[in-house]
């Protein structure tokens, strides 16, 4: 992440933009974006621990080569263009998900989620199945 703020620094990384968001800003971003309040605990968890609120983060990459991209770490194997146009089943490029306006990863994650449940993220089946979730009381 270190290199990616001196590449922007330098005017040499096209995009810089960038945002960890503190765990409220994140439950009134998902609220904003129509979230269930009954699931808000658990997209907070999985948030949480696929990008630890950041919406800047690309995965290392994975098994087969893909990476995850943004705040829900979407996958470009299915969901997301690696290419300037939008495409893949949430019709978006892999740099859009990675915007501080979390509208298209909210809707793409919806999308993943309305086929899959959370069990399309290991963040989620590894550290909220069944697990107490996040305090959103406050919030």
Not at 44 to 67: A, F, Q, Y
Not at 76 to 88: A, L, N
Not at 132 to 139: E, K
Request: hydrophobic share 30%.
């Amino acid at each position: 992440m270190k290199w990616v703020l001196l590449l922007c620094a330098l005017g040499l990384f096209v995009y810089c933009e960038a945002k960890q968001l503190s765990r409220c800003e994140l439950v009134r971003e998902l609220r904003k974006n129509g979230f269930p309040e009954n699931k808000m605990g658990d997209w907070v968890c999985l948030v949480e621990n696929e990008s630890s609120r950041r919406t800047d983060i690309v995965s290392r990459p994975n098994s087969d080569g893909s990476r995850d991209y943004g705040l829900f770490q979407i996958n470009d194997r299915y969901w997301c263009s690696t290419t300037s146009q939008p495409g893949k089943d949430c019709n978006v490029t892999c740099k859009q998900l990675l915007s501080d306006n979390i509208s298209k990863s909210a809707a793409c994650a919806k999308k993943i989620y309305q086929r899959h449940g959370f069990d399309a993220w290991y963040g989620w089946k590894n550290n909220c199945r069944g697990k107490p979730l996040p305090d959103i009381s406050s919030c």
